[in-house]
Structure formats: structure tokens, C-alpha cells
Nanobody, 127 residues
Framework: QVQLVESGGGLVQAGGSLRLSCAASGGTFTNYGMGWFRQAPGKEREFVAAISGSGGSTYYADSPKGRFTISRDNAKNTVYLQMNSLKPEDTAVYYC????????????????????WGQGTQVTVSS
């Protein structure tokens, strides 16, 4: 069983930056591909970015590509999402998720591929 705890959300002006963190406990962290998702009010949860267990492979949704960077520090059992040039449409609750079934391979974009979820952290971007 893996527990995931996100932090780093908050209120920021458009054009600003935030770095989200997701600390994992339980299991062997490198065995989990990790992903970030977000959910705005009234919308479905959408994929943001994913990273393989080693950190060597990453994948981004089109919207944040070039502005967001996913990374991980396996020594700290933590995955990060660096968000730059934030826009009001980035406002959402951001969730990290762990994929166990692919044994560390790069997971995909569907929430159903992920086995464990954090509680979420709110990101609000003001115009």
C-alpha cells in the first residue's frame, strides 16, 4: 500500500510559478510510475504529466507542455511538478498518482491506469 501526500499548492498571479511535491510512503518507490492530474470545478479529472520509475521517461499533456516539468527524486521518494507561466485556466485541484501495475514503466494518461492517489492540493491562478 502506497500513501501519497501532495503539497505546494496555493494562490499565484498569472505568469507566476509554483512547485508541487508529492511524498510517497510504503512500497519501493522506483517500482512506481507516477503521474499528475488535475480537476477543475465541474470538469473531469485530466492528465497533466507522467514519469517512469527511473525518471528517464516523461510525457506531458498538450496544455502544460513547455510550461510544466515533472521530475522525481527517488532518494527522497518524492515526485515534483514545476509549473511556470501559470494561466487562470490552470486553476484546479492537482493530484499525484502512482501506477504499480507497470512495474516502473512510463504510465499513460488514463486515471484508470493508476492504483494510488493523493488527496489533492489546490492551485488557484488569478488574472
Amino acid at each position: 500500500q502506497v500513501q501519497l501526500v501532495e503539497s505546494g499548492g496555493g494562490l499565484v498571479q498569472a505568469g507566476g510559478s509554483l512547485r508541487l511535491s508529492c511524498a510517497a510512503s510504503g512500497g519501493t518507490f522506483t517500482n512506481y510510475g507516477m503521474g499528475w492530474f488535475r480537476q477543475a470545478p465541474g470538469k473531469e479529472r485530466e492528465f497533466v504529466a507522467a514519469i517512469s520509475g527511473s525518471g528517464g521517461s516523461t510525457y506531458y499533456a498538450d496544455s502544460p507542455k513547455g510550461r510544466f516539468t515533472i521530475s522525481r527524486d527517488n532518494a527522497k521518494n518524492t515526485v515534483y511538478l514545476q509549473m511556470n507561466s501559470l494561466k487562470p485556466e490552470d486553476t484546479a485541484v492537482y493530484y499525484c498518482a502512482a501506477n504499480a501495475k507497470y512495474f516502473g514503466a512510463l504510465p499513460g494518461t488514463s486515471p484508470s491506469e493508476y492504483d494510488y492517489w493523493g488527496q489533492g492540493t489546490q492551485v488557484t491562478v488569478s488574472s
